[in-house]
Every structure is written in structure tokens, then in C-alpha cells.
């Protein structure tokens, strides 16, 4: 029988390890998970409202489905930048942003979320979506103070996450059980995402809650707390 805590399951797989699994998953991601998570994501960019001439960071752009929205959004005055650990996703978003001929205001990069090579206050609005929930209990603070170095002091964080809640429901448990024994085929799991949030010094405006599979998914805005 899964067990509950109140705590956050632990991630236990190294970084290199994701990377190569989502090489390997990048050409099938949209058909394998893209299609179920994307009206989640959307809820999130509807949250975020992207506007003329801003500029923006994706981190975890995946395929870059939410990347094409954003530059869209942003137009031809605004810029958009995304990074991303898998250099296979990298690939299949670069050809994703050309395709769409927006390849002028898009900077797509392989990297770590948790080291952003940008300077600091540079982006009106930072976005992530089931993203947040892959880094490790320890690493998720470091990751938001990142996205709070990164952004105008004006500036805002949507996050789109897999959520735990004080009470734990049996969806959860068996999913935390599942991450716990085969973390790379489930490798999200449910994590405190406003309370991650607002510990890391963001004041939430709106959290979104929301069902997939009988799992908690939430899509939070934020500003930096003044
Ligand atoms: C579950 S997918 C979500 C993709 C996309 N945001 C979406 O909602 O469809 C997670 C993405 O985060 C990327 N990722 C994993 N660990 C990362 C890290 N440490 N830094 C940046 N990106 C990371 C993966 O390569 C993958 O593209």
C-alpha cells in the first residue's frame, strides 16, 4: 500500500539521467504527454497574459509549444528566452520556433534551471510549467530564487505544477509510491507550490487548482513580495 507523508518525495535520479531520458522522450513527447498537459499549460500562459514588447523566460520549454505562444504574445517588439537541460528538446523546439518564422525574437538554450546564465532584473515575466516539480526538495528554493534574480522587481512567476495538498488523496499516494520505485518513467511528483513560492519571497496573486487524473495540478501567479 503507498504510504502518505506531509512531506515532498525526494528526487533521487541525477540530472545527466534526465537529460538522457528526455533526449530520448523529445521526439515523442507531444504524442506521449504534451496533448494531456497542454489545456493545463494554457491555463497558465492565460494566468501569465504575456504582453506587446515584453520580454520573457521559459524555463523547461519542452518541445516549446508554450514558447510559439509566448513570442506570439510578446510580438515583434518583445523577445522571448527559454532554457532547457535536453539538448533533444532543444532540437525539436528550435525547429518548432523556425517553422513558425519566429526565430528573430526567440533564444532557446540548454542549461540548468537552477543556474540562470542571465543577468539579473532582465525579464518582465518568468514561466515554467511541470517543470518545478522535477527538481529535488532542496534544489526547488534555489531554483525560484533564481527566477526572482532574473526578474524586474515589477516582474511576475506563473508556475504550472503537479500540487500536494495537506490532505493526500490515494491518486498521489500511488503516484509518489510509483516516483519512489521507477523515478525515470515517473518522474514528476506533487509538490507545496504556492507555499514553495511564497517561502522563496513571492507574494501569490492567483493560484488556479485543477484535476489531471485525479491528481492535483495548480497554476500559480506570483510577484516578487515588495
Ligand atoms: C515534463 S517536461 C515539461 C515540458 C513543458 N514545459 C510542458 O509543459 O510541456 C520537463 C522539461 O523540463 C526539462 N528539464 C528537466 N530538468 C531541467 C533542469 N534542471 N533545468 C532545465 N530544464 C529541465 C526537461 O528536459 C523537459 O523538457
Not at 532557446?108 to 532584473?121: I, N, S, T
Not at 526578474?151 to 516582474?155: A, E, I, M, S
Given at each position: 500500500?503507498?504510504?502518505?507523508?506531509?512531506?515532498?518525495?525526494r528526487v533521487t535520479r541525477t540530472k545527466e539521467t534526465a537529460k538522457v531520458s528526455y533526449d530520448r522522450m523529445s521526439r515523442w513527447y507531444d504524442l506521449l504527454a504534451?496533448?494531456?498537459?497542454?489545456?493545463?499549460?494554457?491555463?497558465?500562459?492565460?494566468?501569465?497574459?504575456?504582453?506587446?514588447?515584453?520580454?520573457?523566460l521559459e524555463i523547461g520549454y519542452g518541445t516549446g509549444k508554450a514558447i510559439l505562444a509566448l513570442a506570439n504574445a510578446v510580438g515583434d517588439g518583445g523577445r522571448v528566452y527559454g532554457i532547457d537541460l535536453s539538448e533533444g528538446m532543444h532540437q525539436i523546439a528550435s525547429e518548432r520556433v523556425k517553422a513558425a518564422g519566429l526565430s528573430d525574437r526567440v533564444e532557446?538554450?540548454?542549461?540548468?534551471?537552477?543556474?540562470?546564465?542571465?543577468?539579473?532584473?532582465r525579464f518582465n515575466?518568468?514561466?515554467?510549467?511541470?517543470?518545478?516539480?522535477?527538481?529535488?526538495?532542496?534544489?526547488?528554493p534555489i531554483v525560484l530564487l533564481e527566477c526572482m534574480r532574473v526578474?524586474?522587481?515589477?516582474?511576475r512567476l506563473v508556475v504550472v505544477s503537479m500540487a500536494k495538498k495537506d490532505v493526500t488523496g490515494f491518486a498521489v499516494r500511488l503516484y509518489e509510491w510509483a516516483h519512489e520505485r521507477i523515478p525515470n518513467y515517473v518522474d514528476?511528483?506533487?509538490?507545496?507550490?504556492?507555499?514553495?513560492?511564497?517561502?522563496?519571497?513571492?507574494?501569490?496573486?492567483?493560484?488556479?487548482?485543477?484535476?489531471?487524473?485525479?491528481?492535483?495540478?495548480d497554476a500559480v501567479r506570483s510577484r516578487i513580495r515588495p
Open positions: 500500500m503507498p504510504h502518505s507523508s506531509g512531506q515532498m518525495s504534451g496533448t494531456s498537459e497542454w489545456k493545463f499549460v494554457k491555463v497558465g500562459l492565460d494566468l501569465l497574459r504575456a504582453d506587446e514588447g515584453e520580454s520573457i532557446l538554450r540548454c542549461g540548468d534551471g537552477a543556474k540562470l546564465p542571465y543577468e539579473d532584473h515575466a518568468v514561466f515554467t510549467s511541470f517543470t518545478l516539480e522535477l527538481f529535488d526538495t532542496l534544489e526547488i526578474l524586474r522587481h515589477d516582474g514528476c511528483r506533487p509538490i507545496f507550490v504556492s507555499q514553495s513560492m511564497s517561502d522563496a519571497g513571492f507574494d501569490i496573486v492567483e493560484c488556479i487548482e485543477m484535476k489531471m487524473w485525479g491528481l492535483p495540478v
